[in-house]
């Protein structure tokens, strides 16, 4: 038998393939609960906050070489924005994550938005855990309600490794990504 080696960006995908049928409950079924006292303290929700909806989000995020902030002549790959599918357990897309602004979106058109609360690392190679306070959400549905949003069990995300210097900078690219989205209401 004959092994052919594949790239890291294949790997990759051929991880996030796997990993998809790995999903959590939809909202008609019964869907695992989040531990948070098993969480990094800086991305759990406070008190009397209940899960609400459970989804798994696959897409990219796009990454921009752009001025290093504060720092004169250099260069750095910076976040651009997401776009990934929400899916239930069952892998059907009840919605979708996009951005700027940071949107997320039931496929009933409700949606709601939100503001970065902290953060706390995650394995390498994979985008930092993330707690999310949301803002009031836009029509009724899926997301009315929701008041914090985790983004847990990430996978792949981070910027590229490519080099980001002048001769590059406004250059964008894609990042392949999955991670859990569990949103909260009261």
Known sequence: MRITPISGAAALTLLLSACGSMMPAPMDKPMATVDNAALPEPVRVPAGEVQKMWTVGSGEITY??????????????????????????????????????????????????????????????????????AEPAVGSGAMQGVTYIQ??????????????????KGEKKQVAYQADYVFYGR
């Not at 979708?96 to 190679?125: H, L």
Request: aromatic share 6%; charged share 20%; glycine share 12%.
């Open 64 to 133: 921009e070489c752009r001025d290093k902030k504060d720092a004169a002549g250099q260069y750095e790959w910076a976040f651009a924005g997401p776009v990934a599918t929400l899916k239930d357990a069952s892998g059907k897309a009840v919605g979708k994550y996009y951005g700027p602004p940071t949107t997320w979106e039931a496929m009933d058109g409700s949606k709601v938005g939100g503001k970065q609360v902290a953060v706390a690392p995650n394995q390498p190679g994979s985008i930092a855990l993330q707690l999310v306070k």
């Open 151 to 168: 983004r847990l069990k990430t996978m792949g995300g981070v910027a590229p490794v490519a080099p980001c210097a002048m001769a590059n």
